[in-house]
């Protein structure tokens, strides 16, 4: 379909703004049949006495609010008055019951600013004359009530519009004050500083001015409420004047890159010299008033940029004196032009971020040292970044001599792995495939493993599978499997199905007999299958890490596998078991065992991949801690090397104690931010609007029924347009195809909750309380979605039906969608109360917006202080958010954390180590207690190692220390006890089996997907 300009999205999106806020508060209005006071949700301001009878202090007046106003700071030159405007509605009703509002009333006040500590009410008097006079009721007043506060410096002016009418409702009355507003003029102020926020020379804390019960709008000495807080978030531009003319194209890097990267980092030196110098720093400090600390704060920084350069130095070092360094840098690049996506050049951050990590694949020691965080906006290019990485590891990789294994493994959250990431993934490994092959470079096939939970892809095919399992006879069995959804190779959809049964693998095969992949794709979703064939790259969940206390076969992820079977086909073997006796995972196998194709220790991988590290918390984050040390250990143990790890996160609040707590290893980021943080090198805020929030506070209804009104608002707004009960085309000079192009974009809504309760709540009432021309169509994606339903709606949201009314018009969603889900149409979001942390709050936003600006109503359950307190400082929350995110809760200091992962900790030691040294498997209690009582196993030395891999000190890690000898001890002692009745060795653990899964200490939520195109 066609592209339309943001300016034409920006229109059309004010006007529907404007159209809800002014359905919102009667605006359009001048009769109703039914009491406004259950209609209008904005605006309105409720009698003073009857609000106070609610008895709930200042929480019932945020509820139901009596009064309107504005807070600000005298300045030094104070004026000696202040001019002020209140004006309202009233809804009258007749003698035929029905409610007609009156015109508008607007009452002007001079006021003289009291002296110190003086407070003053005026206009009561004149108020209720003016409304007796018009519409002969004696009941409604309201008055102007100025306070001067002398508690802070400078002097606080408190100026409120309050409703002091009677609490009594009379019978063609309701008391209420509709569309009221409240303006002042020669308001000499001064900002406040928000104190929500520490002194930061990025940032700017100052607010002119606080709305009461309402926002405001503040220009010089003027200041009035407003019913709707709007604050834009602007797209990043990443080619701004400092980087113009510099080739950062996949085409010119893969010929002659060292150019290229010179004049990128040229361009970073002259920024930095502007910008960071000595003098420079103390220009700024002079320019923004920075204090001595903030001056401190930005000389380090500075540092920072000093260090990030260095590292970008030394990546072209290393291209231009390591010539398989620069071979694998080209092809990755021309790996990524034969990608075919819709770009053809990289971003200015990601050349960077690839050049300052070159050194990890040639000084693995001391880079395994280190965690290296990609801190950048939603939708910036992360993905891509590390792509590009890991596809410069895997070509150097097979150029030093490794042939097959895995070279990096990428993890995400448990609540969601997006199939639009695995589609990335094997799009780019099948464009590096095409690439190797045309260079004839050796080794396997660059391959992607799909790693994830027994719920979404299968962990073997049985041979006589038991309900619920993969049945190989089951000719429509493969189609339950299919997770991409187009050819990486030749990005047709001609993808089918199948098992082979002559290899025993579940298949993606394309049919294109033209594709370049020629048959069955390099991509494995079947756990054994990843155990056979070691993938080049590996997408899985972070919750499959628990399987290492269960599955040996997993020791080819870390590590060297057993052998290599010599059957054609069948791949890498492990430890012998009763179903694969000869250690092949191809059921029935009896081929000899040969040795593996390579030196064992290149079996190791190099990079472990964490995205939204920040999810990485509480009792989750202190489970992993501990599964992150076993599998450092491991490998190192194996094979000698640590992986490297990268990661991304969506907040740097604490970010080095929450890295060190997680992988005992420093932290560093990239990229170094600007002096200003919308002025950095690497991108600077373009003028282009990425998304409009809008701050909304439902007045005496509730949050309920306020969305109510706007999806009913929203819906009958579209179909009105696509009925052509609306002209908009005259009203926005749009042409046919810009509204085709808008009802696409802006025409399904997405309704985004925190609880299932209220998403539950939600939907009863879209089923019953939304009334719009023909059926409402809605979905949902939530944690208790099925899989199937999630890709049925994905698949709808991308590929809309032709008739607007068949389409989905309302998607209710949950944490779930808010990472990795990219869909161009949703564009629009109804946030139901603030999340409980930024994080969310920045992540679930950012899913709308992606392509075409969007907007976002941010529903304030206002009775809840967190939400009352952001929606007073809103504006900055949303331009300042990373600053709000709050320091990741995590400890691996918790004895009942060593309680959930002491046994796989201490098994998998057994089944990694010790089984591949035995002429035995260990699979049972009899045989690992030979094992142990032929001295080959020693107790001690296993708790050293242990407690070794998890770096506890015994001065503050005693108790924990105690805990590990004490399992131990009654481990050994269940094994060598004669009348006891274990069979197997995870049934010694006096704490219980090995976690089978990290969703153990979460809620389970289901791996979801969505299409690219």
């Known amino acids: 379909m066609m592209m339309i300009s943001e300016e034409k999205c920006l229109k059309f999106i004010d006007w529907l703004v404007s159209e809800v806020e002014v359905s919102g508060k009667g605006a359009d209005l001048d009769q109703l049949e039914n009491d406004p006071s259950g209609v209008f949700y904005l605006g309105k301001i409720s009698p003073e006495e009857r609000v106070a009878l609610m008895g709930l202090g200042d929480r019932g007046d945020r509820l139901e609010p009596c009064s309107i106003g504005v807070r600000f700071l005298l300045s030094d030159e104070i004026s000696k008055s202040i001019n002020v405007e209140a004006s309202f509605h009233l809804w009258i009703k007749n003698e035929e019951k029905i409610w007609k509002k009156t015109d508008l009333f607007k009452f002007n006040f001079e006021i003289q600013i009291p002296s110190y500590k003086n407070s003053i009410s005026?206009?009561?008097?004149?108020?209720?004359?003016?409304?007796?006079?018009?519409?002969?009721?004696e009941?409604?007043?309201?008055?102007?009530?100025?306070?001067?506060?002398?508690?802070?410096?400078?002097?606080?002016?408190?100026?409120?519009?309050?409703?002091?009418?009677?609490?009594?409702?009379?019978?063609?009355?309701?008391?209420?004050?509709?569309e009221s507003k409240l303006t002042i003029n020669n308001a000499t102020h001064k900002p406040y500083y928000l104190e929500a926020l520490p002194d930061s020379f990025r940032y700017d804390r100052r607010i002119e001015a606080y709305g009461i019960n309402c926002s405001v709008y503040v220009k010089n000495k003027y200041i009035e409420t407003t019913d709707l807080t709007i604050q834009d978030k602007y797209r990043p531009d990443f080619q701004h004047d400092a980087l113009k003319d510099i080739d950062l194209s996949f085409k010119g890097l893969s010929e002659a890159p060292l150019e290229k990267c010179k004049s990128l980092l040229s361009a970073y030196k002259k920024w930095g010299d502007k910008k960071w110098s000595d003098d420079k720093l103390h220009e700024y400090?002079?320019?923004?008033?920075?204090?001595?600390?903030?001056?401190?704060?930005?000389?380090?920084?500075?540092h920072e940029y000093e260090e990030e350069v260095k590292r970008i130095s030394?990546?072209?070092?290393?291209?231009?004196?390591?010539?398989?360094?620069m071979k694998s840098f080209k092809l990755m690049n021309e790996s990524m032009l034969n990608l075919g996506a819709n770009y053809n050049s990289w971003r200015p951050f990601q050349v960077g971020f690839l050049l300052a990590n070159l050194n990890s694949l040639v000084d693995k020691?001391?880079?395994?040292?280190?965690?290296?965080?990609?801190?950048?906006?939603?939708?910036?290019?992360?993905?891509?970044?590390?792509?590009?990485?890991?596809?410069?590891?895997?070509?150097?990789?097979?150029?030093?001599?490794?042939?097959?294994?895995?070279?990096?493994?990428?993890?995400?959250?448990?609540?969601?792995?997006?199939l639009q990431q695995t589609q990335r993934f094997a799009n780019a490994l099948a464009a590096a495939e095409i690439i190797r092959k045309e260079n004839k470079i050796s080794g396997a096939k660059f391959s992607l493993g799909f790693y994830v939970g027994s719920n979404a892809t299968p962990n073997s095919i049985p041979v006589e599978p038991r309900h619920g399992q993969p049945d190989p006879d089951d000719e429509n069995m493969p189609n339950n499997y299919k997770l991409l959804q187009y050819c990486p190779f030749c990005h047709k959809d001609t993808i089918k199905m199948d098992f082979n049964r002559i290899l025993w693998k579940l298949e993606h095969v394309c049919v294109n007999t033209e594709c370049p992949s020629q048959g069955a794709l390099p991509f494995y979703i079947v756990d054994d299958e990843i155990y056979r064939f070691l993938p080049t790259v590996i997408v899985g969940t972070l919750d499959k890490a628990a399987v290492i206390g269960l599955q040996s076969s997993m020791r080819g992820i870390i590590g060297s596998p057993h052998g290599f079977c010599e059957a054609n086909g069948h791949g890498h073997t492990y430890a012998k078991r009763?179903?694969?006796?000869?250690?092949?995972?191809?059921?029935?196998?009896?081929?000899?065992?040969?040795?593996l194709p390579m030196d064992e220790n290149l079996y190791g991988m190099s990079f472990r991949l964490q995205d939204e590290i920040h999810l990485l918390k509480d009792s989750l984050g202190a489970v992993d801690a501990h599964y992150e040390s076993l599998l450092d250990s491991l490998q190192f143990e194996i094979t000698n090397t640590r992986a490297k790890i990268l990661g991304s996160s969506a907040t740097l609040a604490g970010y080095e104690k929450h890295i060190d707590i997680l992988y005992k290893r420093e932290a560093r980021v990239f990229p170094t931010q600007g002096v200003k943080i919308d002025e950095g090198f690497w991108s600077t805020d373009s003028s282009q609007v990425m998304r409009k929030y809008i701050a909304i506070s439902p007045r005496g209804v509730t949050l309920e029924y306020a969305v109510d009104k706007i999806i009913t608002k929203l819906q009958i707004l579209i179909r009105e347009i696509v009925d052509k009960k609306i002209n908009i085309e005259g009203i926005l000079e749009l042409t046919q195809e810009d509204v085709d192009k808008l009802v696409d974009i802006y025409g399904t809504n997405v309704i985004y909750g925190n609880t299932l309760r209220d998403l539950e709540a939600t939907m009863r009432s879209l089923e019953t309380q939304i009334l719009v021309k023909g059926e409402l169509n809605t979905a949902s994606l939530t944690g208790q979605t099925a899989f199937d339903e999630v890709i049925s709606t994905l698949k709808r949201i991308e590929e809309p039906e032709i008739d607007y009314y068949e389409r989905l018009h309302v998607i209710t969603a949950s944490s779930m969608m808010s990472h990795g889900v990219d869909l161009d149409r949703l564009n629009i979001m109804i946030m139901l109360g603030v999340p409980l942390t930024t994080s969310e709050f920045i992540q679930s936003t950012a899913r709308v917006g992606r392509k075409y600006p969007g907007f976002v109503f941010v529903m304030h359950k206002i009775g809840r202080e967190r939400d009352a307190g952001i929606y007073r400082s809103f504006n900055k929350f949303i331009e300042q958010g990373d600053?709000?995110?709050?320091?990741?809760?995590?400890?691996?200091?918790?004895?009942?954390?060593?309680?959930?992962?002491?046994?796989?900790?201490?098994?998998?030691?057994i089944i990694f180590i010790h089984e591949p040294k035995s002429e035995d498997n260990l699979t049972t209690v009899l045989k690992l207690r030979k094992y142990v009582l032929d001295e080959k196993l020693d107790e001690s030395e296993e708790?050293?190692?242990?407690?070794?891999?998890?770096?506890?000190?015994?001065?503050?890690?005693?108790?924990?220390?105690s805990d590990i000898k004490n399992w131990y001890n009654i481990f050994i002692r269940n094994l060598n006890d004669p009348t006891g009745t274990f069979r197997f060795p995870s049934e010694l653990s006096p704490t219980g089996q090995p976690m089978r899964s990290l969703r153990d200490v979460e809620e389970n939520a289901p791996i979801i997907g969505g299409l690219i195109k």
């Open 122 to 137: 005026i206009g009561n008097e004149k108020i209720l004359k003016g409304i007796k006079e018009k519409t002969g009721l």
């Open 139 to 178: 009941n409604v007043s309201a008055e102007i009530r100025v306070d001067r506060n002398t508690l802070g410096e400078p002097d606080e002016l408190i100026v409120t519009f309050v409703n002091c009418s009677d609490s009594e409702i009379y019978a063609n009355s309701d008391g209420i004050l509709y």
């Open 285 to 302: 400090a002079g320019q923004y008033g920075w204090s001595d600390i903030m001056l401190e704060e930005a000389k380090n920084a500075a």
């Open 314 to 325: 030394n990546g072209i070092d290393l291209l231009q004196k390591n010539e398989l360094i």
């Open 365 to 418: 020691e001391s880079e395994a040292n280190l965690v290296d965080i990609v801190w950048f906006a939603t939708g910036g290019g992360k993905t891509e970044t590390y792509l590009g990485l890991i596809l410069t590891a895997a070509f150097f990789d097979r150029l030093k001599g490794k042939i097959t294994g895995v070279t990096a493994w990428s993890r995400f959250p448990l609540r969601m792995l997006s």
């Open 578 to 595: 009763s179903r694969f006796p000869n250690g092949c995972l191809v059921p029935g196998c009896k081929a000899d065992k040969k040795p």
């Open 883 to 909: 600053r709000f995110v709050e320091p990741i809760p995590i400890t691996r200091r918790s004895r009942r954390v060593l309680e959930r992962t002491i046994a796989a900790l201490a098994l998998s030691r």
């Open 943 to 961: 708790v050293e190692k242990i407690i070794n891999s998890l770096e506890l000190d015994i001065n503050i890690d005693a108790s924990l220390i």
